[in-house]
């Protein structure tokens, strides 16, 4: 074989390869996301981040994953490209996104997850953080305007297994994520709880378990999983709400917690085993958190407006770019209890935070662990059963739901078409009423004059059509899902 420079350009690589940016990194089939495409995405990352001088040639960049079969593959095509461009490989092993965020934002450095998040195993993707934090919208498409210089026989060897040049595991970050909850929150302060961590194939699981006993409680393993499962915060699989009842209930079980595989997207539970909505719980861990100024999308609940428990609320497109960009800006204007959470519960703190004599460093990126903690110790310090802490927000529920294998240019010539108000009248006015407002925000937001909701809009992230529901009840909003995913499937 006889070695020749190929030069790729990015964007066209994007649309050639199917590995676009979504809403958070770049995703793809895992059959797609070969070799060469993950090392030149990586090397455009850092090449960028050199021409920006936000790094220095020599500089080291942190590397993570998931449990995914393809990530440890992709995981070593991201540690080519790092050690080619000149830069040095810290192996975090499989960690969550936010500790490898974490410990990479302490140091100065670069870092980079490889994660396809909640979605299929069949799919994967990479996450791209620079020393400040995550990339953000014009990061990304600065990065989608690079060219890279790649050896021909890299690709020519896309087929074969690349040589291992991972290190060895660096466990620094790990501990350093571990050690963060354990010094801001009170010694022992979960004593007497008695805790369900549903394991499954997250990364955060083991730490889950290092953390909840390392502040005094009880904390139960439970649904160990050696495969891939897809656990998605916002659309819960029948078949976790289930095994939620019957642990918390079979075990006595105060809560139940868990995350999604990359650990940056919460769950927990009440007592009796029923999942709270990621955009309730950000409520409750911004109350606990004292935040002042709340940034969220415009698909998340309204409760946290009409609760008047923080002095400023700002709305953004969905997606963790578009929320800390509006942090970055709200700091900017002088404000100084800065936070956000998006509906699937990851929750981002922008400012430190000083509470019982500690300080919380500020980590803006979704975090997972943060919010069962604070929950807990929110009840705790009101005297509350979950339950009853979530009865004292405004009564607004909310349910999503999904189409899978829906194909974006469909979902975008509906609803463009949807935008027009006697359109979205003719679909939904006769179960729902008439329209009150529009909002395009992000997709289309239609309200109701009886204050229902119904909101769709595209994944950013895989093929899927997303469609979100709120109502003054839970029934009501369950069924207004119910309906409006029966009169989606129309439109395939």
């Not at 509906?343 to 803006?364: E, K, R, S, W, Y």
């Not at 463009?416 to 179960?431: I, K, L, N, R, V």
């Not at 997303?466 to 369950?478: D, I, K, P, S």
Request: hydrophobic content about 40%; aromatic content about 8%; glycine content about 6%.
């Amino acid at each position: 074989m006889s070695e020749n420079t190929i030069n790729l350009n990015i964007s066209e690589l994007m649309q050639s390869s199917g590995v676009k940016f979504g809403t958070s990194g770049a995703r793809g089939l895992a059959s797609d996301m070969c070799n060469h495409v993950c090392y030149a995405y990586t090397l455009a990352f850092l090449q960028y981040l050199l021409d920006e001088k936000l790094i220095q040639a020599g500089d080291s960049v942190a590397i993570a994953g998931d449990y995914r079969p393809s990530s440890p593959r992709i995981m070593n095509a991201v540690a080519h490209a790092i050690q080619d461009i000149g830069c040095q490989i810290i192996n975090t092993g499989f960690i969550p996104t936010p500790a490898v965020a974490y410990f990479a934002m302490q140091q100065g450095i670069a870092s980079i997850m490889v994660t396809g998040s909640h979605i299929p195993d069949d799919r994967n993707g990479i996450k791209f953080y620079k020393p400040q934090g995550e990339i953000l919208k014009q990061d990304e498409q600065a990065l989608c305007r690079q060219s890279v210089q790649i050896s021909s026989l890299l690709i020519e060897q896309d087929n074969a297994a690349w040589a291992q040049v991972l290190p060895a595991l660096n466990d620094t970050a790990r501990q350093l994520y571990i050690q963060r909850y354990l010094d801001f929150f009170p010694k022992d302060c979960l004593n007497g709880l008695n805790i369900g961590i549903y394991q499954h194939s997250t990364v955060l699981r083991d730490i889950m378990k290092d953390v909840v006993e390392g502040l005094g409680g009880s904390a139960l393993c439970l649904g160990h999983s050696d495969h891939f499962i897809p656990v998605d915060t916002e659309a819960i699989r029948p078949e976790d709400v289930a095994l939620a009842q019957q642990w918390c209930k079979e075990y006595a079980l105060d809560a139940l917690i868990s995350a999604d595989g990359d650990g940056d997207r919460p769950l927990i539970s009440n007592a009796q085993g029923e999942w709270l909505r990621g955009d309730v719980a950000g409520i409750l861990c911004a109350q606990y958190l004292q935040a002042e100024s709340i940034v969220t999308p415009i698909s998340s609940n309204s409760a946290i407006e009409k609760s008047a428990y923080f002095k400023q609320v700002i709305r953004t497109r969905i997606g963790s770019p578009y929320v800390i960009a509006a942090m970055n800006e709200s700091m900017q204007q002088g404000e100084t209890s800065v936070m956000g959470y998006e509906a699937n519960g990851g929750f981002l703190i922008a400012t430190d935070v000083v509470l019982h004599g500690q300080t919380l460093t500020a980590l803006p990126t979704r975090d997972a662990i943060i919010v069962p903690l604070t929950i807990l110790l929110l009840a705790q310090h009101q005297k509350k059963t979950i339950t009853e802490l979530t009865q004292t927000l405004p009564p607004r529920f909310t349910s999503s739901g999904r189409l899978k294998d829906f194909p974006n240019p469909i979902s975008a010539e509906k609803l463009q078409a949807m935008q027009d108000t006697s359109m979205a009248e003719t679909m939904f006015g006769q179960y729902f009423g008439k329209v009150s407002n529009i909002d395009f925000t992000d997709g289309v937001r239609i309200t109701f004059e009886n204050d229902e909701i119904v909101h769709l809009r595209a994944s950013g992230n895989a093929p899927e059509l997303r469609c979100y529901n709120e109502a003054n009840t839970e029934a009501r909003a369950l069924t207004m899902n119910q309906t409006c995913l029966e009169l989606l499937e129309a439109w395939r």
